[in-house]
């Protein structure tokens, strides 16, 4: 069994500042690891994915996250917060190997302030 | 290549009454999903489908009906509505793969309220 634990529901930034969104995971085999955001009024779309190999993903609009197997960790990072980042975010895991289903977190959302 | 499209975007519905969402992918993928989303709740697998004509539940069925006769087309039915409905329903969709790698899809979401 698998399941995501996003810490924080809420995170709020000043424009500029480092952003970091916290993701643990728990899984029986290797995961595969994903951030999804959603803009407000909008579907989820894909981030970034972590599949296998460089443990530093690098994602869409300068996010990153870093594979953490020791931590069982995922967490999401961006040097320098824009306006255009205030959204949800949303950590998911699914099982190496095959799985037809992704286990999503409860969610993030990152509030940026001018 | 429109992606994942979901109608109605926003319904209004009684307690007792039926509806169907609707969604249609154009990209050919197999796999297709249907979540629900309530505030601070995160994404919940109502039903998915690995192909035409297989289904399988996922999380939170119960009050939900899907079918599958094409590979476009994934309606979620629900009888019946209740109060606890009301949510923000997403459809999905992804490449068959195997690897559980596959990115998936979303469409824009459709609103339901029952009252």
């Known amino acids: 069994a698998q399941s995501v634990t996003q810490l924080g529901s809420h995170v709020s930034v000043s424009e500029g500042a480092l952003v970091l969104l916290r993701c643990n995971y728990s899984?029986?085999?290797?995961?595969?690891l994903f951030w999804y955001v959603q803009y407000p009024n909008q579907g989820l779309q894909l981030l970034l994915k972590?599949?296998?190999?460089?443990?530093l993903v690098k994602g869409i609009n300068g996010f990153e996250a870093e594979f953490k197997k020791s931590e069982t960790s995922f967490h999401l990072t961006k040097p320098s917060a824009h306006m255009s980042d205030a959204a949800e975010y949303f950590c998911?895991?699914?099982?190496?190997?095959?799985?037809?289903?992704?286990?999503f977190g409860k969610g993030t959302k990152l509030t940026v302030n001018p | 290549n429109a992606g994942v499209t979901q109608t109605p975007k926003f319904r209004i519905l009684k307690i007792g009454q039926s509806m169907t969402l609707q969604c249609t992918q154009d990209?050919?993928?197999?796999?297709m999903y249907w979540y629900r989303q309530d505030p601070g709740m995160g994404l919940k697998l109502i039903y998915y489908?690995?192909?035409?004509?297989?289904?399988d539940k996922g999380e939170v069925p119960n009050g939900y009906n899907v079918s599958r006769s094409t590979t476009e087309d994934f309606p979620l039915r629900l009888e019946l509505a209740a109060p606890s409905q009301t949510s923000v329903y997403f459809c999905?969709?992804?490449?068959?793969?195997?690897?559980?790698?596959?990115?998936?899809?979303f469409g824009p979401g459709t609103r339901l309220l029952v009252l």
């Open positions: 972590y599949t296998t190999g460089a443990t």
């Open positions: 489908s690995v192909g035409a004509g297989i289904t």
């Open positions: 990209m050919n993928h197999n796999y």
């Open positions: 899984s029986s085999v290797p995961p595969y």
């Open positions: 999905a969709s992804r490449d068959s793969g195997g690897s559980g790698t596959e990115t998936q899809y």
């Open positions: 998911a895991v699914s099982a190496q190997g095959g799985s037809e289903k992704l286990v």
